[in-house]
């Protein structure tokens, strides 16, 4: 088994597996307070403690629902370049990378969109 095969294949399952243990985290444990340092920081999600929360919450679970998804998905494609030279398998491996970085950050949207349709511009819930 090539050495640089399985180090592709373990780097390709970091985003994924981050994905599945911070969203796991977050959704179950956000940051206790409102803070610009880190955590889900938004406009609209920093309003309240109650709009944090919910944010982390609803974000988290996308992550880890994604994550779970994506690990099957970006191990799939280094399956065929197995036992192929090093430049193919980076290449396969690089692509994965940027194809993972999507799925990290589309979920901001419905986040935003549920915080909007959930709470008024103030952060009270609707």
């Known amino acids: 088994m090539s050495g640089f095969w399985i180090f592709m294949l373990l780097m390709d399952l970091l985003i994924p597996l981050l994905m599945v243990g911070l969203g796991k985290l977050i959704a179950k444990r956000p940051p206790k307070r409102i803070n610009g340092i880190y955590g889900y920081r938004t406009k609209r999600s920093m309003k309240t403690q109650e709009t944090w929360d919910f944010a982390h919450r609803y974000l988290g679970n996308l992550w880890f629902r994604l994550g779970l998804v994506l690990i099957p ?14 430049e193919q398998i980076g290449i396969v491996g690089a692509v994965v990378t940027l194809f993972e970085i999507v799925p990290m950050i589309v979920p901001v949207f419905p986040t935003e969109r549920a915080l909007k349709e959930n709470f008024d511009e103030y952060g009270k819930p609707l």
């Open 73 to 86: 998905l970006s191990a799939l494609p280094l399956i065929f370049v197995y036992g192929k030279d090093i």
